[in-house]
């Protein structure tokens, strides 16, 4: 018999019930021993939505992200973090976002840990810090507690670990630490963690080493092979769960592992499958992500049977079932969706529905083909409806696609033209202040999109609403003394769903939440045909907000590869395909700001590099075609518009040259969390255009003193001339409170004056 399993499932609730239990303990409005009861009803709640499951993922909850829980667990935690008053839980918000509550003393807060993208994906996590003094130690009672809280409820719990090699590869040394002198210790751990374990009557655990999927250097093959031949006799059966990609060139590694099983992705490994089966050991399960876990179009049910039925009679039971990587990507219900259009909701599954395709899929394999034929049948009808609809396809967009030419992509002149042009038409500042973009949303903002929505509230009084929080927000721009204005965008709800709400070829979700981190939960919308714009977007917004300062306004849009990335994407043609659509749609924004007189337009590129490959030879592919797309969208202007991009909380050295063939006059990235570390990559690389590393970090409530933010700067000197460099916070505002952003921005603009006397 086929059996049945789930690499992870959404933890935020299907109403994000995680969310604002998070954020009341956060603003002290409830107690711990409320989240904690929170947190268990949930995790009961997503254990009956996968009962139908031979084995249930325990451990895959988390209050902020995955790999900071297995740094807990580990027992490595920061130094700054230690001797600290408050719990357990305090010190675990503190390392993840600089505070656990909001009138938590200044001595007790702490720099939060950097963040960053989890491999090629929109979510983040917490980096670990490793160190001299690191050591490990076992610290598994909260993996304990859970693990006991489902066999009471009767769960066939799997517990779900982050593997000890991609623990180590994610993690950074903070001094001189060779990370792999940290082995043997960490292999210590890991097998005391398994021993206990298996104490508890566990028979099979998932360790995730999705860090198989990429080029591994010689050293890191060997790091895997030395680990897992330490871990082969384990007490508990371990199942090796790699996803995102191919094995390629570590197949046979992975093959050879001593361990009781091996996932694969056979989404984007399918080609794969004939050769893992050849190679593995036998005896040793195989478990094969049969249902895409990052996208939710229905699976072709008939199609994959069909490539899945010679397997099943070749490993027979040693074939697992499971959906390609943790539902964690997705939304978790679908049927909670009353408002989408009833022909796109026939095509599509979110976490809960895919679970529901997993069991057809392993029923059908177990007892036949004919007893699912009216699901089967039922299936081919929405893939079929999907396949031939008048929704999807558009020959107008094709036909502009078409006309494509690199022509499109290229300023009239170079930089150093432009940059003498828009100089003397700012006249800024040396160090010019600004912001990214977003500013506090706040209840009142909230609750009138909300009524205007609902229908409660006219256009023209909600227009009369978000035009007086954009005075509110010119106003205080103005009072700070910031050089550059945002409008603060209270009238968009995501950088990305507010555009798509605006274009041809996207639907929209009502529930359809999907976790970033820790609380910041986003709706990513759906591309589900091809894409153009109807009409202007934003910009009645920005021309109203210049209308009221003589200070230069920028327009704020949101780039095509963000757009791309930040999507459900259509799976029926090549992701390069709708990003070129994109930018033309963009671009026709752009060129509307510009003739109305917007002179600095940022276009906003946040995911550029969360969707490189994960393999180094695949990235100029992605490369070539996702810069294109964004010149495209940006260089049709005149040289006297000066033109902004933003990327924030991904490594940017490694794909620095392409970032400046992007050609942005100025780019504004994140630094603070990594003390300036990424700017290293200018002791090397010559960046010709502008740039602002980011100094005030948004992610946390902490208020940047004007001390830190001098001498982040004074570091950026040392590598970019002053004259090309900005100062500005690391990312948008949207998530903070004013109490926080007005003394922090105010410590900015103060640090920015010491920086032009000093």
């Not at 177990?366 to 699901?375: D, F, I, P």
């Not at 780039?559 to 990003?579: A, I, K």
Request: glycine share 6%; proline share 4%.
């Amino acid at each position: 018999m086929v059996t049945t399993h789930n690499l992870g499932f959404p933890r935020i609730g299907k109403h994000r019930q995680l969310k604002f239990a998070l954020e009341k303990y956060w603003s002290n409005t409830i107690s711990a021993d409320e989240l904690l009861q929170t947190a268990s009803t949930l995790r009961q709640q997503h254990w009956h939505n996968q009962n139908q499951l031979d084995w249930v993922p325990v451990g895959d909850f988390s209050f902020y992200d995955q790999v900071l829980d297995m740094s807990f667990l580990l027992g490595n935690v920061p130094k700054r973090a230690d001797n600290l008053s408050g719990s357990e839980l305090d010190n675990y918000f503190r390392v993840a976002r600089g505070r656990s509550s909001a009138n938590e003393s200044d001595c007790t807060c702490i720099q939060a840990g950097e963040m960053t993208k989890w491999f090629d994906t929109n979510y983040h996590y917490i980096v670990p810090e490793f160190s001299q003094e690191t050591s490990f130690s076992l610290q598994a009672q909260h993996l304990i507690a859970q693990i006991n809280e489902a066999k009471i409820q009767g769960v066939k719990a799997k517990p779900v670990i982050i593997g000890p090699v991609t623990y180590l590869w994610l993690g950074k040394s903070k001094d001189d630490t060779n990370k792999l002198d940290l082995l043997d210790s960490l292999i210590q751990v890991y097998a005391q963690l398994f021993d206990e374990l298996a104490m508890l009557g566990v028979e099979w655990v998932q360790v995730d080493e999705p860090v198989l999927v990429t080029e591994l250097e010689e050293e890191w093959q060997f790091v895997f092979k030395k680990m897992y031949a330490a871990l082969a006799n384990s007490p508990v059966k371990l199942l090796v769960a790699s996803y995102f990609g191919s094995l390629q060139d570590n197949l046979t590694l992975a093959c050879g592992l001593g361990v009781a099983g091996l996932h694969l992705d056979a989404i984007n490994a399918k080609d794969e499958i004939q050769a893992v089966i050849d190679t593995l050991p036998e005896g040793k399960v195989l478990s094969l992500g049969v249902v895409n876990g990052r996208n939710i179009w229905k699976t072709d049910l008939s199609a994959t049977l069909l490539w899945l039925e010679p397997i099943y009679q070749q490993l027979q039971n040693r074939l697992w079932l499971a959906p390609s990587c943790s539902l964690l990507h997705v939304p978790v219900d679908l049927d909670n969706e009353q408002e989408l259009d009833s022909d796109i909701k026939l095509w599509l599954a979110f976490a809960v529905q895919k679970l529901d395709e997993l069991s057809l899929l392993a029923q059908a394999l177990n007892q036949g083909r004919a007893s699912v034929t009216k699901e089967i049948a039922s299936n081919i009808d929405s893939i079929n409806a999907r396949k031939y609809s008048p929704l999807v396809h558009n020959s107008a967009v094709k036909e502009r696609v078409a006309q494509v030419n690199d022509a499109l992509g290229n300023r009239q002149s170079d930089y150093q033209s432009r940059a003498k042009l828009q100089g003397e038409k700012l006249n800024l500042p040396l160090y010019p202040t600004t912001t990214i973009g977003s500013f506090p949303q706040t209840p009142k903002i909230r609750q009138a999109r909300r009524d205007y929505k609902l229908g409660e509230l006219s256009a023209e009084k909600y227009t009369q609403v978000m035009r007086l929080e954009i005075q509110h927000c010119v106003q205080a721009q103005e009072q700070l003394g910031l050089d550059v204005l945002v409008h603060g965008e209270p009238e968009r709800n995501d950088m990305v769903e507010y555009f798509g709400q605006q274009l041809s070829g996207y639907t929209f979700s009502q529930f359809g939440w999907v976790q970033s981190y820790g609380s910041r939960c986003v709706k990513p919308p759906i591309i589900f045909g091809d894409i153009s714009r109807p009409k202007p977007m934003t910009l009645d917004w920005t021309i109203y907000a210049q209308s009221l300062t003589n200070k230069p306004m920028k327009g704020m849009l949101t780039g095509p590869v963000t757009m791309l990335n930040w999507s459900f994407v259509r799976d029926d043609q090549s992701r390069e395909s709708t990003c070129l659509q994109l930018s033309l749609a963009i671009r026709d924004e752009v060129l509307d700001l510009e003739k109305s007189n917007i002179k600095l337009i940022q276009i906003d590129e946040a995911a550029l590099r969360e969707g490189l490959p994960l393999r180094k030879s695949q990235w100029q592919t992605y490369l070539n075609w996702a810069i294109k797309a964004y010149r495209i969208s940006a260089n049709g202007v005149g040289d006297e518009t000066q033109i902004h991009t933003h990327m924030c909380y991904s490594e940017f050295n490694d794909i620095i040259a392409a970032i400046a063939q992007m050609d942005a006059d100025v780019i504004t990235i994140e630094t603070s969390r990594s003390d300036m570390e990424l700017l290293d990559i200018f002791d090397e690389f010559d960046y010709p255009n502008e740039i602002g590393p980011g100094v005030y970090d948004i992610h946390s409530p902490n208020i940047p003193s004007v001390d830190s933010m001098v001498e982040l700067m004074q570091k950026a000197a040392q590598r970019i001339p002053a004259k090309r460099l900005w100062v500005n916070p690391d990312c948008g505002l949207k998530t903070r409170q004013w109490n926080e952003v007005n003394p922090a921005l105010a410590n900015m603009v103060l640090a920015a004056q010491q920086l032009r006397e000093g």
